[in-house]
């Protein structure tokens, strides 16, 4: 299956580089998007920000791909979400789909959690 965001003509980024700033062993990657991450080589803090939206939602998915065969935990924040659009969160739910292996090490938190959060997922709320 070809990357999300791919369909929409755009890319999620490398995970691989630094941003300024940066600690040795931490990964910070800023992005033209909402999408910010962050954390080390095993434990990555993605936060959404502004409108979660379907190629927020590609973003996620393709940044999630790329980071779970090596992190242990992925933690999602959703708190700075203002605007979700609730075919996002469909497009998320289907794609979500082929992360099933690695849900368990997934969680999400912050006030749109349960919003966001295809069903089975981790909440800390």
């Known amino acids: 299956m070809a990357q999300c965001c791919a369909e929409l003509g755009a890319g999620a980024g490398s995970l691989s580089g630094r941003g300024r700033g940066a ?12 999408l910010e991450i ?7 803090h993605l936060r959404l ?8 939602a590609c973003e996620l998915v393709d ?3 790329a980071s779970m065969p090596n992190a242990y935990r992925v933690v999602i924040y959703t708190g700075e979400l ?3 659009d ?3 969160c469909v497009k998320l739910r289907d794609d979500f ?15 749109n959690a349960e919003q ?3 069903q089975g997922s981790l909440l800390f709320l």
Do not use: W, Y
């Open 23 to 34: 600690e040795k062993g931490v990964i910070v990657m800023a992005s033209a998007s909402n």
């Open 38 to 44: 962050r954390g080390s080589s095993h434990v990555i």
């Open 49 to 56: 920000r502004g409108c979660f939206d379907n190629h927020l």
């Open 63 to 65: 940044v999630l791909k």
């Open 82 to 84: 203002d605007i979700i």
């Open 86 to 88: 609730p075919l996002a």
């Open 97 to 111: 789909s082929d992360l099933r292996p690695h849900r368990s090490r997934i969680v999400f938190t912050g006030a």
């Open 116 to 118: 966001i959060a295809p």
